[in-house]
């Protein structure tokens, strides 16, 4: 089985930097070929953020530039760096990996807790 812990959300003033983490245990690893981080606000539906592949990443259009996804394959390790926070970035961020690769696609078999980000104005 799949197991996914987030860590490192918090609150941050509009510009600031936070980084998300999400460790990745208790499966082969096969089943995390494919990851990434989606987010839930309050009234709006979850929403791919950004995803990684051995060959690619992709950011969701209000993220790129400012969001950077990667992993530490030792560590089996995920992280969103996020800079220039938006207060329209506030939401749920979870962790996500699958053996399919659902890209932005709120779609993946397996889940973190979610880890909350909110940012002040």
């Known amino acids: 089985l799949v197991q996914l812990v987030e860590s490192g959300g918090g609150s941050v003033q509009a510009g600031g930097s936070l980084r998300l983490s999400c460790a990745a245990s208790?499966?082969?690893?096969?089943?995390?070929?494919?990851m990434g981080w989606c987010r839930q606000a309050p009234g709006k539906e979850r929403e791919g953020v950004a995803a990684?592949?051995?060959?690619?990443?992709r950011f969701a259009d209000s993220v790129k530039g400012r969001f950077t996804i990667s992993k530490d394959i030792a560590k089996n390790t995920l992280y969103l760096q996020m800079n220039s926070l938006k207060p329209e970035d506030t939401a749920m961020y979870y962790c996500?990996?699958?053996?399919?690769?659902?890209?932005?696609?709120?779609?993946?078999?397996?889940w973190g807790q979610g880890t909350q980000v909110t940012v002040s104005s």
């Open positions: 996500a990996a699958d053996r399919v690769d659902y890209g932005l696609y709120a779609k993946y078999n397996y």
């Open positions: 208790g499966y082969p690893a096969v089943y995390t070929n494919y």
């Open positions: 990684i592949r051995p060959d690619a990443t």
